[in-house]
């Protein structure tokens, strides 16, 4: 891949909470009509990496090292108005709980419609047209309703499309869902992927979703990168992750996570044992070790390496000391 | 339907009324308790024990308590509060002539509360744990301990003595002119400030909460600046706990009024019942409860309304059904 | 004949402060302007025959109203209305002559029949006039002839022509306003004779008197309006005399003053005056119930101590029951308790009360009776009298105390007047004021008695022997006379501060 080709480009980011690590060299490029998943569990540092992207990250913490590239274009360190005009305009955002992410007291048609004004500067009856196109793009037809709508007034599912059409007002080229249907139900959550699937290829947008679930990530992604502990643990095309893990963590999280397409649980709903550490407290060595069941002590005093692996022309790497040298 | 909303408005006077009712007895019987007795007021250093009576009489003190209290409901339903025992002037006209001034006192004093708190809250949340922000505590600290009189003596000292920009006391009756108004300015802030250190932290404290709350992250995401996410989205939705409180914040106004109004001689409702009760001119007193009481009441159904408006969700929610 | 004592505070100070002191002794007065007077307390009413006009209320009402008779600025008894007068029948009738051509401020005249009307309404007892029982001694009042008046009195009383000055003195109304507004209304309205005449009445603001262009008295008063501000806050009615807000006020609580004094606009007046502050034991209950006790802590008070913490410098401490100002009954040689707390304690100890606890009430009328009380908790303590000092509300004081006579001790605030028998009058055994249950024959006799002597001498003699019989019951005894103050703006002329409840304001002017 070159990097002409990269819309959006993480390289070594890092980012510390009073003194604490919690990314360490976090690096990914998504191409455009790619959908690329991030996967890891809750705290593994996923969110705080797209709110890196966009310069939201949360008070006290600081990034450290490495850059965020938009279309070539530094995004760290960039001014509050040159943020202003890509957060929600070049790139789009959706998150987990729609109810929790619109506010409660404004009407929807509204909400969207600030989108539209600030990036594309429409208003009125134009903001009026835009607005019903694009919840028909979203899938939500009682235009009427929903616009005069407050958000309490629509179901789950209707919020998330509610917040989809406004991450796309924009017209984002890029659009990063992070755990766009956690706290939806089986059907809609399917629904609401179909949805994202379809924008995609409808768009040509860059798709980075975020997930603790691979079951989500794996049949609508190209590629799958695996986070642990604020680190990306491997890399690889969906296709082949779920029958070639390469690392402990991976193959421990396919192995807990029930219905992958293609792939039945060897054990339903096992978890992994042990529990991620406490940021900052494991970058010694590789943050895996206390709970990898191929543990060595070299694992616990060197840091893994991100290792590029050859898969057949695919683009793989993994960070695991046991394909370094002098395993 | 219609029909419906006219039962729950009627429900609704109904229960006010109960309620002002209630607030009078318990006043009525709690007064009698108090040792005191109006008619020694009219009475000198030398006096018959048959003026005593007659006076007593005079005002109906003669009677038992309970059947006391049944003549004053009796008048009350007829619009009548008696007069006081003081000055022998109406209940009722005395108290229409002064609710004006009060209510205006009370309304002036919320134009100082409501933007100086709003405001305040919302720069100190902004600038949180930065230097405005400890400054705006500490102030607010200062303003919630300190009562009216010690704010108003302070203002007073400041703005009338030392740099002589308003009067002291004094007061002449309504108009749009600064004559009138100018003797309303420190009486406003000495009753508006200290509620306003009580909305600033309230509101700081709701702003700080409402910060953490997803649809901000959202907003900001979607590329509104944090100024706008602040002002379009982060005020208003932490303006809904404050108005619960504004409302009884409106209590404390009523009875700050009665010290302010003292201080300032402003002839109001709250200046005439402490002079009430301290006489104790019951009938007066009585009409004093009364228009306290209404005016929260009234106080507490504007709130209500304020909360609908400001909050979408209550309209469906089983509070409007309930109400 | 009244031996006056002036008391002038910082009157070096304001005299240094004046730029032209020369120039404003030469000014000629000047007609117009108002006066501003800030009162503490507003009027319940101002009729002047149904309501004690004590307070501010006295200041006000003698300027509506005229009375037969009027101070002048020794407390010297003056012709107002009445011009002339004859006490006949050994005292038992005084003829008034009255001024002719008076107008009431409705229009009508002042003639006999006003006079009459008035003294004929405080006299009966549907009228519940706080005055009646000072009027017994008057059997009627009869109208010669249109200019003339008399009084027939039950006996001869010198002290009559004080009790129509008392406190804001017994004003003549206008009958027709009267009959036309009924008591209550007329309360509101008041119409007299009076230099002023009210215009306007914004209760819990101020009372407007506007100038009565009619007024006996060519060419007078000078000022346009007087206007009476209420401003019962201390601080607020400091900073409006300090910002010019206002012109006069009068007394100001005391520790006020030095604030006052500094300021350079303004000049202060303190006298001696015709109030005390009391120390009341109740002789019906115990402890105090025996004389001895009574005495050995009325003993054990150091009184002059008391009135300077309590009043400030040159207050004297006293423990007469009427005031040096009245020279008259006043004895040079005052059968007074000097303070000797040995003496106290032997005595105590004679009693069988060597561990005496009392409780010491005090009402929240004004804050110097609290004062007073904790001074005397602090100097009992040295005799090892242990006092429980409590504070009542004012109104929960008149009740328990004055009402319901339930207690033991009690500092008291309370005035007098020009006239003696104002200090003595409820030492009789029914009276409902004789709370402390006086209880002595000899008192009993005397001070009815000496109502009705005409002769001087015995009168004074009399005064004399009650004060003796109250020094002896130590029951209700003075703990410190209590000046009277004024402050005024240097703008202020021809105001004469006359120490008691009364202002004329006839005669004063405002310097430009």
Not at chain 3, 44 to 69: C, E, K, M, W, Y
Not at chain 3, 265 to 283: C, I, T
Not at chain 3, 406 to 426: C, I, K, L, Q, R
């Amino acid at each position: 891949m070159s990097t002409r080709d990269e819309l959006l480009a993480v390289k070594g980011l890092g980012v510390n909470i009073a003194g604490a690590t919690v990314l360490d060299g976090v690096s990914l490029a998504i191409r455009p009509g790619e959908a690329l998943g991030l996967v890891g569990e809750s705290g593994c540092g996923k969110s705080m990496t797209s709110l890196a992207i966009l310069g939201l990250l949360p008070r006290g913490a600081k990034v450290t090292s490495g850059s965020v590239t938009l279309r070539g274009e530094e995004l760290l360190g960039a001014g509050e108005d040159a943020l202003c005009r890509v957060r929600g305009g070049a790139i789009g955002m959706i998150f987990q709980e729609p109810g929790a992410c619109l506010d409660p007291v404004m009407r929807i048609g509204r909400q969207i419609g600030e989108s539209l004004e600030i990036h594309r500067g429409l208003k009125g009856a134009a903001q009026d047209a835009e607005l019903r196109k694009l919840l028909a793009e979203v899938g939500l037809t009682d235009a009427e309703r929903v616009l005069r709508a407050y958000p309490h007034e629509l179901s789950g599912g209707m919020q998330q499309r509610a917040m989809i059409a406004m991450a796309l007002a924009g017209e984002p080229v890029v659009l990063i869902a992070d755990e766009p249907t956690t706290a939806l139900d089986a059907r809609i959550a399917s629904q609401i992927l179909d949805l994202l699937d379809r924008l995609r290829r409808e768009r040509g947008l860059a798709l980075l979703l975020i997930s603790h679930d691979l079951a989500v990530i794996g049949g609508r992604c190209d590629r799958v990168m695996v986070m642990y502990a604020g680190r990306l643990v491997e890399a690889a095309p969906a296709e082949r992750i779920f029958s070639e893990a390469r690392h402990p963590y991976t193959a421990a999280l396919i192995e807990a996570s029930p219905g992958i397409a293609g792939v039945a649980p060897k054990s339903a709903l096992r978890d992994i044992p042990g529990q991620l550490p406490a940021p900052g407290s494991v970058m010694e060595g590789c943050a895996f070790a206390p709970r990898c069941s191929l543990a060595r002590p070299a694992c616990s005093t060197r840091v893994p390496r991100w290792s590029a692996l050859a898969d057949r022309g695919n683009e793989r790497g993994v960070r695991c000391l046991q394909y370094e040298e002098g395993w | 339907m219609r029909n419906a909303l006219f039962l729950t408005a009627l429900s609704r006077i109904a229960t006010a009324v109960a309620t002002l009712l209630v607030v009078a007895a318990v006043v009525f019987f709690l007064m009698r308790l108090i040792p005191g007795d109006p008619v020694l007021n009219w009475l000198g250093s030398n006096y018959d024990k048959a003026d005593y009576d007659r006076l007593k009489a005079f005002y109906g003190l003669d009677l038992p308590v309970g059947q006391q209290f049944f003549v004053w409901v009796q008048r009350l339903f007829q619009g009548d509060l008696g007069s006081s025992v003081l000055t022998n002037l109406s209940v009722v006209e005395e108290l229409l002539r002064r609710i004006p001034v009060t209510v205006e006192l009370i309304v002036l004093a919320l134009l100082v509360a409501l933007p100086v708190g709003i405001g305040a809250g919302i720069w100190a949340a902004w600038r949180y744990g930065r230097p405005t922000d400890h400054a705006l505590l500490t102030a607010t600290l200062l303003g919630i301990s300190l009562p009216e009189f010690f704010v108003g003596a302070l203002l007073m000292l400041a703005f009338s003595l030392e740099w002589r920009l308003l009067p002291a006391t004094g007061f002449s009756r309504f108009a749009w002119s600064w004559e009138h108004f100018s003797h309303l300015v420190l009486p406003a802030l000495a009753l508006g400030l200290p509620r306003a250190a009580v909305i600033c932290r309230l509101m700081r404290g709701s702003l700080l909460e409402v910060f953490g709350r997803p649809f901000i992250r959202a907003s900001l995401a979607k590329g509104l600046s944090r100024k706008a996410t602040l002002f379009v989205h982060a005020v208003r939705n932490a303006l809904i706990p404050v108005v619960t409180v504004i409302g009884l914040q409106i209590g404390y106004l009523v009875a700050g009024a009665v010290v302010v109004e003292k201080l300032f001689v402003i002839p109001g409702v709250g200046a005439y019942g402490l002079n009430a009760v301290f006489a104790r001119d019951y009938p007066s007193v009585q009409g004093f409860i009364l228009v306290v009481a209404t005016i929260f009441l009234v106080a507490n159904v504007i709130v209500d309304l304020l909360y609908v408006w400001l909050d979408p969700r209550i309209r469906i929610g089983p509070r409007t059904a309930a109400a | 004949m009244l031996k006056r004592t002036f008391v002038m505070l910082a009157m070096t100070l304001s005299l240094a402060g004046s730029v032209w002191p020369v120039a404003a002794q030469q000014a000629q007065p000047r007609s117009g302007g108002v006066l501003r007077v800030g009162i503490q307390s507003e009027p319940r009413s101002l009729d002047p025959l149904l309501v004690i006009t004590d307070g501010a209320t006295g200041h006000i009402v003698s300027s509506i109203f005229n009375t037969l008779v009027k101070y002048d600025a020794k407390m010297q008894i003056v012709p107002d209305l009445a011009t002339s007068w004859k006490v006949e029948n050994d005292g038992k009738a005084v003829d008034f002559f009255l001024r002719k051509g008076v107008k009431f401020h409705d229009g009508t005249d002042f003639d006999a029949a006003a006079v009459k009307f008035a003294f004929d309404r405080i006299l009966d007892p549907a009228n519940s006039s706080p005055y009646r029982t000072f009027f017994k001694p008057v059997e009627q009042v009869v109208v010669i002839n249109p200019g003339t008046v008399r009084f027939v009195l039950a006996n001869a009383w010198p002290g009559f022509f004080y009790q129509l000055v008392y406190v804001g003195g017994m004003g003549i109304p206008s009958p027709t306003a009267v009959k036309a507004l009924g008591n209550a209304g007329f309360a509101r309205k008041p119409v007299g004779t009076g230099p002023f005449q009210l215009s306007d009445w914004q209760s819990g603001d101020k009372i407007v008197l506007t100038k009565n262009p009619n007024y006996f008295r060519a060419k007078m008063p000078y000022l346009d309006r007087v206007e009476f501000k209420v401003i019962p806050d201390s601080t607020a009615l400091t900073t409006s005399l300090r910002t010019g807000q206002l012109d006069l006020v009068r007394d100001i609580p005391t520790q006020l003053l030095p604030l006052l004094e500094k300021e350079q606009s303004l000049v202060p007046s303190v006298k001696n005056a015709y109030s005390f502050d009391w120390f009341a034991l109740n002789a019906a209950k115990p402890p105090f119930n025996d004389v001895r006790v009574r005495q050995a802590i009325n003993m054990a008070i150091d009184r002059d101590a008391l009135g300077v913490a309590v009043y400030g410098k040159g207050t004297r401490g006293s423990s007469s029951q009427i005031a040096s100002a009245n020279s008259f009954a006043h004895p040079k040689k005052l059968p007074t308790f000097t303070y000797d707390p040995e003496k106290a304690k032997k005595l105590l100890a004679d009693a069988g009360k060597s561990n005496l606890k009392f409780t010491l009430y005090s009402s929240t009328v004004k804050p110097q009776l609290a004062q007073e009380a904790t001074v005397i908790q602090a100097q009992l303590a040295k005799i090892g009298v242990t006092v429980d000092h409590q504070v009542l509300e004012h109104q929960a004081w008149l009740a328990r105390v004055l009402k319901e006579r339930n207690f033991e001790a009690s500092t008291v605030g309370g005035t007098g007047g020009p006239e003696p028998n104002s200090y003595v009058m409820f030492w009789t055994k029914d009276n409902p004021v004789n709370f402390v249950s006086l209880n002595n024959q000899e008192l009993f006799d005397l001070v009815p008695k000496a109502q009705g002597v005409i002769n001087e001498a015995e009168r004074k003699k009399i005064y004399h022997r009650i004060q003796e019989l109250g020094a002896q019951e130590a029951a209700w005894m003075a703990l410190m006379e209590v000046p009277s103050n004024a402050v005024m703006s240097n703008k202020v002329k021809g105001y004469v501060h006359l120490p008691y409840n009364v202002s004329y304001f006839d005669d004063v002017w405002l310097a430009p």
